[in-house]
């Protein structure tokens, strides 16, 4: 068993702003090119995915990462394949960049047996084990304790990997948030805790939620390191989440603030109509997809023919996956139940909804009477 670290009682400095380290490796122009056409890729099959929602394809909730692909990407790109992943409801992104096989993914929101949980779970709870995806969790922050004793459990055993933690900005008022990160620093735990913070926590704004709306600082709390990136552009983030995995593996667990966007609502079927007119249009100037292939172009690492061609790469692998996943088949009622423990447990009922829990009494005949 390996044995815990005692924790250092000197304060580490939180920061918004860094300058990078000649020791970090630079991002060369094939990485460039493949960031973008992750980017692209979840783009243009999130666009699907909601189109398949408004046609009833798609059952239950549906949260899309239009708007902060950069900050997927970047995030994913950090981590190692063995290294875990914990994220909520907003995932599909993750799935893709986490290199599950976007027929599997679609098939998931479509409800089908070749999805990622076997159609049961849905859009909110993808899960895959040999990507190290550890579960969309439709509760807000029920995925960061899970993911702070998965981190414990990496250190028992005397492994070398990390847990990645992403929540959305409004998690961070919720008392498994500091419980869980006290725990972390206490135990030195190999986790990095993501804040996606796209401003809005459904339709409230991070200042009017948030005492302390630069959310990283709430690191200092813990003397856990913290920093704050620009989510819009993919190399500070995969630059950013370096820093933060490799701290982690140190045993030093890292809060990682990521600003990004959320172009659309909360989920597809919010209207935000508590943006203004002008709001909008400054999301559509931060659209980080087309603000990192503008740069791209301008510094020379690619051009339209190429950008022409990953954009319609995306599109048809869009189109492949929801053709795949509309001509699977639906799971079959019998495996309602298959998943609902890791193991059997006593008393584990296998009633289907509206089935009685006992079998009724018999009618007494004649009313009754003797």
Known sequence: MAT???????????????KKSASEPKVDKDQLI??????????????????????????????????????????????????????NYREHGYALARGIDPN?????????DDGVSKGWGGS?????????????????????????????????????????????????????????????????????????????????????????????KRGAAYRMESERVDGLDPVAVYEAAQRAVASARDGKPFLLEVMTERLKGHSVVDPAKYRSAEEVEQLKLNDPVVTFGTKLKEDGVIDDELMSK???????????????????PHPDVSTLFDYTYATPVPNDSR????????????????????
Not at 36 to 60: C, H, K, N, P
Not at 104 to 112: F, I, K, Q, T, W
Not at 129 to 156: C, D, N, S
């Open 310 to 328: 990953i954009d319609d790469d995306a599109k048809k692998l869009a189109a492949e996956s929801a053709d795949f996943a509309a001509n699977s």
């Open 124 to 216: 909110m709870h993808m899960f895959d084990f040999e990507a190290r995806l550890l579960g969309g969790y439709g509760i807000v922050g029920g995925q960061i304790p899970l993911a702070t004793g998965v981190a414990l459990g990496i250190q028992y055993r005397g492994e070398n990997d990390v847990v990645m933690c992403t929540m959305g900005d409004g998690t961070t008022n919720i008392g498994a948030f500091h419980e869980s990160l006290n725990i972390a620093a206490l135990w030195n735990l190999p986790c990095v805790f993501v804040i996606i913070n796209n401003k809005l926590g459904m339709g409230t704004t991070v200042d009017k939620a948030s005492a302390e709306p630069e959310l990283y």
């Open 104 to 112: 599997r993914v679609m098939a998931e929101l479509y409800g089908r």
């Open 4 to 18: 815990r670290t005692p924790r250092k009682t000197t304060s580490r400095s939180t920061t918004t702003t860094r």
């Open 34 to 87: 493949d960031f973008y056409r992750q980017m692209m890729d979840i783009r243009r099959f999130e666009e699907r995915a909601s189109r398949a929602y408004t046609q009833a394809l798609v059952g239950g909730y549906c949260h899309l990462n239009l708007g902060e692909e950069a900050a997927v990407v970047g995030l994913m790109a950090a981590l190692k394949p063995s290294d875990y992943l914990f994220t």
């Open 351 to 370: 009633r289907l909804p509206g089935e009685p829990l006992f079998e009724p009494a018999p009618f007494p005949q004649n009313g009754g009477r003797a």
